[in-house]
Protein backbone atom coordinates (compact mmCIF):
# COMPACT_ATOMS: atom_id res chain seq x y z
CA UNK A 1 0.00 0.00 0.00
CA UNK A 2 1.49 3.36 -1.04
CA UNK A 3 2.00 5.97 2.39
CA UNK A 4 1.48 8.63 -0.39
CA UNK A 5 -2.02 8.46 0.35
CA UNK A 6 -1.42 9.89 3.92
CA UNK A 7 0.16 12.87 3.34
CA UNK A 8 -0.89 15.91 5.50
CA UNK A 9 -1.42 18.90 3.48
CA UNK A 10 -2.62 21.03 6.18
CA UNK A 11 -1.70 20.68 9.82
CA UNK A 12 -4.66 22.81 11.01
CA UNK A 13 -7.21 20.98 9.40
CA UNK A 14 -9.11 18.65 11.49
CA UNK A 15 -8.17 15.22 10.25
CA UNK A 16 -10.56 11.57 10.72
CA UNK A 17 -9.43 8.13 11.60
CA UNK A 18 -10.94 5.35 9.95
CA UNK A 19 -10.28 1.54 10.44
CA UNK A 20 -11.29 -1.39 8.46
CA UNK A 21 -12.64 -4.60 9.92
CA UNK A 22 -10.67 -7.56 8.12
CA UNK A 23 -12.63 -10.96 8.34
CA UNK A 24 -14.86 -9.21 11.11
CA UNK A 25 -12.50 -10.59 14.00
CA UNK A 26 -13.14 -9.06 17.32
CA UNK A 27 -10.26 -7.46 17.83
CA UNK A 28 -11.61 -5.32 20.85
CA UNK A 29 -13.12 -8.80 22.55
CA UNK A 30 -10.03 -8.23 24.79
CA UNK A 31 -10.00 -5.75 27.39
CA UNK A 32 -6.46 -5.87 27.03
CA UNK A 33 -6.21 -5.33 23.15
CA UNK A 34 -8.43 -2.67 23.88
CA UNK A 35 -6.28 -0.84 26.57
CA UNK A 36 -3.28 -1.00 24.01
CA UNK A 37 -5.14 0.98 21.40
CA UNK A 38 -6.58 3.57 24.15
CA UNK A 39 -2.63 4.06 25.63
CA UNK A 40 -1.60 4.29 22.17
CA UNK A 41 -4.26 7.38 21.43
CA UNK A 42 -3.12 8.87 25.22
CA UNK A 43 0.34 8.71 23.65
CA UNK A 44 -0.27 10.59 20.69
CA UNK A 45 -2.45 13.12 22.60
CA UNK A 46 -0.11 13.59 24.78
CA UNK A 47 2.89 14.55 22.93
CA UNK A 48 0.82 16.31 20.65
CA UNK A 49 0.30 14.27 17.77
CA UNK A 50 -3.22 13.88 18.09
CA UNK A 51 -5.82 16.01 19.33
CA UNK A 52 -8.91 14.46 19.98
Do not use: G, K, N
Not at 18 to 45: E, G, K, M, N, R
Request: hydrophobic letters at 45%; one cysteine or more; charged letters at 15%.
Amino acid sequence: MARDRCRILDPTAPHFLTCTVVQWLPVFAQPAHAQIFLDSLQYLQDHSRLRL
